[in-house]
């Protein structure tokens, strides 16, 4: 019974025993002590008595229990003290809760804030892309209005773009001209506009919004260059439908947009689309199918895949060749895209012969000092030495070094190469120099 009285105390009740043991505990020491002092007064009036020996045995019992009831105290002292600091404690651990809920509340209602003002960002960044989008449609709606209404001072020349006219037959119909060895060759634009004469020509139109797209593309605002082509491609293809050269033209400009953000997957599909539109349209053998499958072939040269390339490009080097002529500088350059992805499968002996048939239509046709002419005998080069045939390096490299020099001591009033081209091949040279050790560097 008193076993479950205890376990049904309370802490409270507890601590109150606990202080009235302690009030107890006092009390009964300084019963103690007294009864201590009379039992010590006994003892020194009765000396001699007999009765010494019992006051001096309840003196030792009581002596006794006052330090039993000494350490008794103590402990419940102890346990009061005890008492009030676990009282400190949770009154610490209450303030403390309280300031955590508080703190979380205020945590949540800053996260809602947080989240309340990205949204609205976004949402800002949005608008704003929208807008800018929606005005370069609207500037360029405004153009090709002015050509609708014939106008003809607002025509685009070679200045009129960052890249000109002749970049932007380039893009449309042939890959950029550089100089890395693992990029492919372009062509001029009034080629470009020879190559075409067959019953297609690029609309003045597209040729501007393929110099806006540029413009964008270079500046890395591609979230206005995407949606500036899907949109002009959606309105070419309500007014003109699917199946029709401008609609191939359009997709050709939008892949090479994703050839630049690295879309190859992307840009393989427009670019076959394109292909079958202009096939069906405007014939197998002509000029502008010629020029996607270039595209195309460029495209698989990018992601190494050369083996599939090449037909391709052997097909447009057909496809010019029968239009354009044997002799015609497009095929030169075809033929140097033929040469280099043919390098890149080390099928050096196809490489040299593409090459020497490149230089020798380029020299015909231009002269020997064109910058055609340094760049493909720079090219041609640079396949003897991974070959290893040093020898035929060094006289290209002194040949175009020779003639460079002589023009610039006034030798020759044509057309320089750039100094790009003269410098590479200079580099060249030097490196030769070491591979065949026989003192080109003193000459």
Known sequence: MKQDMATAMSEEQIIDNVRLCFQNLITLQGEHK???EGLETT???VKDDGGNHVIEEKAKYVRSGITLLDTGVQDAQFLVELKKYLDTLEADKVKLKAQVRRLFQE????RDELGTTQQKLQASEQNVVQLETEKQQLEFMNQLKKYDTGESGDQPTPSDSGKGASDTASELGFPDDEDNANMLSSAQAGQMAASTNAGYEI???LRTLHNLVIQYAQAGRYEVAVPLCKQALEDLEKT???NHPDVATMLNILALVYRDQNKYKEAAVLLNDALQIRKNTLGPEHPAVAATLNNLAVLYGKRGRYKEAEPLCKEALEIREKVLGKDHPDVAKQLNNLALLC?????FDEVEKYYRRALQIYESKF????TEVTKTKNHLASAFLKQGKYK????LYKEILTRAHDREMGASTRKLESSKDVTLCLSSYLVLGIFLNCGTFSS
């Open 34 to 36: 007294n009864v201590l």
């Open 43 to 45: 003892l020194t009036a």
């Open 107 to 110: 945590n949540a209602w800053l």
């Open 203 to 205: 609309p003045a139109r």
């Open 240 to 242: 003109s439908g699917r």
């Open 343 to 347: 390098q890149n499968q080390s099928k």
């Open 367 to 370: 002269g020997p000092d064109h």
């Open 392 to 395: 035929e390096a060094e006289v």
